[in-house]
């Protein structure tokens, strides 16, 4: 599947932090979606519950959860994400910036099916 503005990129040139920072963006809309097709909801809830599933905390669980199943690659690319240098310190922050290096990096290599392979195995009860 195709990327949404479909410029050509060099990944390998781009910083884990900026992978991230795409990735924030991929995770929260998934998130949203997935909320919006649980329930017909008030925004201030809806708000709530996103807030809540894409906080630090909650993707370095779904991180750990991930680990074991990534290929070589991708835990190559959560590892550049977790280690960089970041103003916020903890191990979860850290894992959570490598989550979202990583769904940035599947992302904007246009490898969306396991973008969302990735995001049910983190939703799921």
């Known amino acids: 599947m195709e990327r949404l503005y479909p410029q050509e990129l060099d990944l390998h040139t781009l910083s884990p932090l900026a992978l991230a920072f795409v990735g924030d963006g991929v995770y929260s809309l998934m998130v949203r ?7 017909n909801r008030p925004v ?13 905390e909650a993707q370095s669980a779904a991180m750990e959860k991930l680990l074991p199943l990534l290929t070589e690659e991708e835990e190559a690319v959560f590892k550049r ?19 979202e290096c990583l769904f940035g990096y599947l992302y904007l290599a246009g490898r969306i099916d ?8 983190c939703v799921e009860e």
């Open 81 to 99: 994400g977790r280690n960089a240098h970041t103003a916020r310190t903890g191990a979860d922050y850290h894992r959570s910036t490598g989550f």
């Open 44 to 56: 201030n809830d809806l708000h709530k519950l996103a807030v809540k599933a894409v906080r630090a």
């Open 114 to 121: 396991r973008v969302r392979e990735l995001f049910a195995l």
């Open 33 to 39: 979606e997935k909320l919006l097709s649980e329930a």
